[in-house]
């Protein structure tokens, strides 16, 4: 296992636990920790330079969400989803992704919209670097920063629990889309420009049927 993954967490403030669990949880988003991956213990533990009883704790609370799954007398791994979970997390982003952007909508302050900006921005040269793992992750940023700016607090603790079944199946930013991949990202422009419109029912209308993949770009279905 590589510990690339933690670099842009420290340890160095919060419980320790709190800690180690965020850095695990980061490692599994970005894909340091690929589905059905094992988490051993005390590897993890020497890793991060801490006990192992941290890492026993963080272990569990990723278990109790979903995130790890234990298979008794064989240990921790990090949860592969099924196609038939894949599809119910998309459902529920659906839902989720359509009530943020009608929070959302109209809200938007300058620091929020230039983020969100400069992430098409960046989708844009990752496609041009064919950097398809980059713009998979300027993807899930733009989403994910839509439902944090929503300002329901739950919105992003139920966007945590289906990220990882998304990431699995590629539910967004699917790698084997062989369109036109500046076409995806400027699909997220028109979404932008709902934002800082005033019709919250538009925004919701627009995300959801995003979300659903139901943008074509060159006559292909563009998931993201």
Same mark, same amino acid.
């Given at each position: 296992?590589?510990?690339?993954?933690?670099?842009?967490?420290?340890?160095?403030?919060?419980?320790?636990?709190?800690?180690?669990?965020?850095?695990?949880?980061?490692?599994?988003?970005?894909?340091?920790?690929?589905?059905?991956?094992?988490?051993?213990?005390?590897?993890?533990?020497?890793?991060?330079?801490?006990?192992?009883?941290?890492?026993?704790?963080?272990?569990?609370?990723?278990?109790?969400?979903?995130?790890?799954?234990?298979?008794?007398?064989?240990?921790?791994?990090?949860?592969?989803?099924?196609?038939?979970? /894949? +599809?119910?997390? !998309?459902?529920?982003?659906? *839902? @989720?992704? %359509?009530?943020?952007?009608?929070? $959302?909508?109209?809200?938007?302050?300058?620091?929020?919209?230039?983020?969100?900006?400069?992430?098409?921005?960046?989708?844009?040269?990752?496609?041009?670097?064919?950097?398809?793992?980059?713009?998979?992750?300027?993807?899930?940023?733009?989403?994910?920063?839509?439902?944090?700016?929503?300002?329901?607090?739950?919105?992003?603790?139920?966007?945590?629990?289906?990220?990882?079944?998304?990431?699995?199946?590629?539910?967004?930013?699917?790698?084997?889309?062989?369109?036109?991949?500046?076409?995806? /990202? +400027?699909?997220? !422009?028109?979404?932008?420009? *709902? @934002?800082? %419109?005033?019709?919250?029912?538009? $925004?919701?209308?627009?995300?959801?049927?995003?979300?659903?993949?139901?943008?074509?770009?060159?006559?292909?279905?563009?998931?993201?």
């Amino acid at each position: 296992m590589s510990d690339a993954g933690y670099t842009s967490l420290s340890l160095d403030r919060g419980l320790l636990s709190d800690r180690v669990y965020a850095l695990i949880k980061t490692s599994i988003r970005n894909g340091t920790f690929e589905p059905g991956a094992q988490l051993v213990e005390s590897q993890l533990a020497r890793e991060l330079e801490v006990s192992q009883a941290p890492v026993r704790e963080a272990l569990k609370r990723l278990i109790h969400e979903g995130v790890v799954t234990h298979v008794p007398h064989r240990g921790s791994f990090v949860t592969a989803f099924s196609e038939e979970e /894949a +599809e119910q997390a !998309r459902t529920v982003r659906i *839902a @989720l992704e %359509g009530l943020a952007a009608s929070l $959302a909508c109209g809200q938007l302050n300058p620091a929020a919209h230039d983020a969100l900006a400069d992430a098409i921005d960046q989708m844009h040269e990752a496609a041009s670097a064919g950097d398809i793992a980059g713009f998979r992750e300027l993807d899930l940023f733009f989403h994910r920063t839509v439902i944090e700016l929503s300002g329901n607090v739950y919105l992003p603790r139920m966007w945590e629990q289906i990220e990882p079944s998304m990431r699995s199946l590629h539910v967004v930013s699917d790698p084997n889309f062989v369109g036109d991949w500046h076409q995806v /990202a +400027e699909t997220h !422009r028109g979404l932008l420009s *709902a @934002l800082d %419109g005033g019709d919250p029912e538009t $925004a919701a209308r627009l995300f959801r049927a995003h979300s659903d993949g139901h943008a074509l770009v060159g006559g292909q279905l563009a998931t993201s």
